[in-house]
Structure formats: C-alpha cells, structure tokens
Nanobody, 126 residues
Framework: QVQLVESGGGSVQAGDSLRLSCAVSGRTFSNYAMGWFRQAPGKERECVVAINWSGSSSYSVDSVKGRFTISRDNAKNMVYLQMNSLKPDDTAVYYC???????????????????WGQGTQVTVSS
C-alpha cells in the first residue's frame, strides 16, 4: 500500500507563490509516476502537472505553463509543486497521485492513478 500526504496549501493573494509537498510512503518511490491534480467546486478533477519515475519527463497543462513546476526527490520520497504567479482561477483542492510506472512517460488521466492523497486547499484571492 502507498500512502500520500500533501502539505503546503493555504490562502494567498494573486501573484503570490506557494509550494506544495507530497510525502510518499509504503513502497519504492522511484517505481512510481506522480501527478498533481486539482478540483474546483463544480468542476472535474484535472491533471495540472505530471512527472515520470526519474524526473526526466514532465507535463504541464496549458493554463499553468510557465508558472507551475513539478519536481521529485527520490532520495526523500517527496514530490513538489512549485506554483508561481498564482491566479484566482487556480483556487482548488490540490491532490497528489501515484501509480506504478509501466512505461518511461508520465500519466495524465485520473483513472491511471492508483493512490491519492487527501488533498490540500489552495485559495487565491484577487
């Protein structure tokens, strides 16, 4: 079993930065591809960023490109989401997700992921 615990959410002003962290325990972290998803009220959960097992390949949805960065530290069993230039539209619950790597790439669909954190709220006010 894999456990994921997010931290770092909060309430900020537009233009501010936040860094979300996800601590992963239970299995060999480097065998897992990771993703950060978000869900705003009344909306579908969407993949914001994703990264493969080694960190050599990553993805960002168009709405966050140039502002959000995913990274991982396999030695510490941690994955991070650095969020800069935050906008009110970024307000959502952010979830960390993991799945066992079966290719060299990242995964974008929530159905691809087996394990989820409890979520952390990010609120951006104008």
């Amino acid at each position: 079993q894999v456990q994921l615990v997010e931290s770092g959410g909060g309430s900020v002003q537009a233009g501010d930065s936040l860094r979300l962290s996800c601590a992963v325990s239970g299995r060999t972290f480097s065998n897992y591809a990771m993703g950060w998803f978000r869900q705003a009220p009344g909306k579908e959960r969407e993949c914001v960023v994703a990264i493969n097992w080694s960190g050599s390949s990553s993805y960002s949805v168009d709405s966050v490109k140039g502002r959000f960065t995913i990274s991982r530290d396999n030695a510490k069993n941690m994955v991070y989401l650095q969020m800069n230039s935050l906008k009110p539209d970024d307000t959502a619950v952010y979830y960390c997700a993991a799945r066992q790597q079966s290719s060299g790439s990242y995964y974008l669909n929530k159905a691809d992921y087996s394990y989820w954190g409890q979520g952390t709220q990010v609120t951006v006010s104008s």
